[in-house]
């Protein structure tokens, strides 16, 4: 398989795209609930999300517009450690925006997944979704919620924003 996926192009620097708007963060009104089929429900300031175990994951980015971008050094939550803690009884899990951005995946494709607030060494930048946005590996980027405030824990697939638009479910950059 091939580093670069068919029709992509590498480009030096991530870029910034998003089609909804930049929702203010000041470090205190702020929180992610975890929510829907769970054993425990959870809400988590920003604080108590950065005194989990943190880890860091170099990957490639793919944008289904082509441009991809080589070992983007992610670091924060594991998702496992979501999971650990809300106990879903649900095999799917809809992450949603502090906005209308949403998207769906099933538990099996969220291995490797991560709740990232650092990019490349610094905190990870509004723009890029900060304070928090999920991270998946081996899937196109429109997985990659920026902006996370909610996950809701379900027991059937919930399509988020590109994908009740037509674009694949599966959203994989070679397939
Ligand atoms: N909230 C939100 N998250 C989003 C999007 C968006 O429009 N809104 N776009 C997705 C798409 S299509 C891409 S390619 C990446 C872009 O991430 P970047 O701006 O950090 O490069 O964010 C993803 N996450
Ligand atoms: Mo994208």
């Not at 450690?81 to 649900?90: L, S, Y």
């Not at 650092?118 to 920026?146: C, F, T």
Request: include cysteine.
């Amino acid at each position: 398989m091939e580093r670069l996926p068919p029709n992509q192009r590498w480009a030096e620097e991530l870029p910034v795209l998003h089609i909804d708007t930049v929702p203010p963060f000041d470090g205190v009104n702020w929180d992610l609930t975890v929510t829907g089929l769970v054993e425990r429900p959870l809400k988590l300031t920003y604080g108590e999300l950065l005194a989990l175990p943190k880890v860091g994951a170099t990957m490639d980015f793919h944008c289904v517009t082509g441009v991809s971008v080589q070992d983007c050094l992610w670091e924060g939550v594991p998702f496992g450690t979501i999971v650990e803690m809300a106990g879903p009884k649900g095999g799917y899990a809809t992450f949603q925006a502090a906005t209308f951005y949403s998207t769906s995946l099933a538990l099996e494709e969220l291995e490797g997944a991560l709740l990232a607030y650092r990019l490349d060494g610094g905190e990870l930048p509004q723009r890029h979704g900060g304070p928090l946005r999920l991270i998946v590996p081996g899937k196109y980027a429109y997985k990659s919620v920026k902006w996370l405030a909610r996950i809701t824990f379900t027991k059937e697939k919930e399509p988020g924003y590109w994908e009740s638009k037509g674009y694949s479910d599966a959203a994989d950059p070679w397939g």
